[in-house]
């Protein structure tokens, strides 16, 4: 997993007003893949778990969080947008 954490600035601010300094936290993850091995989902519910306290941590503080990875999860009702199947 990647953390960043950065302080940045309205470019803009309204007339008459300061810039606004807005904290943000940048969260990359790549969780563990093979989603039919009842092992790997047992792994990848552990990091959900750790990547919630991390979350929860940073939010805490007072600081936005984006989150963005491969969560290799998928849904066997909702077909992603190429119709990829779990391996």
Do not use: W, Y
């Not at 606004?20 to 790997?40: D, E, M, P, V, W």
């Not at 491969?70 to 077909?79: A, P, T």
């Amino acid at each position: 997993n990647l953390v960043m954490e950065l302080d940045i600035f309205d470019c803009k601010p309204e007339k008459g007003t300061r810039r606004k300094r807005r904290k943000i936290a940048i969260i990359g993850a790549h969780l563990k893949a093979r989603t039919r091995c009842k092992r790997s989902a047992e792994i990848r519910s552990v990091q959900c778990a750790q990547l919630a306290e991390i979350i929860n941590s940073f939010s805490i503080n007072g600081r936005s969080v984006i989150l963005a990875g491969d969560f290799n999860e998928f849904d066997k009702e909702i077909v992603d947008f190429q119709k990829n199947v779990p391996i």
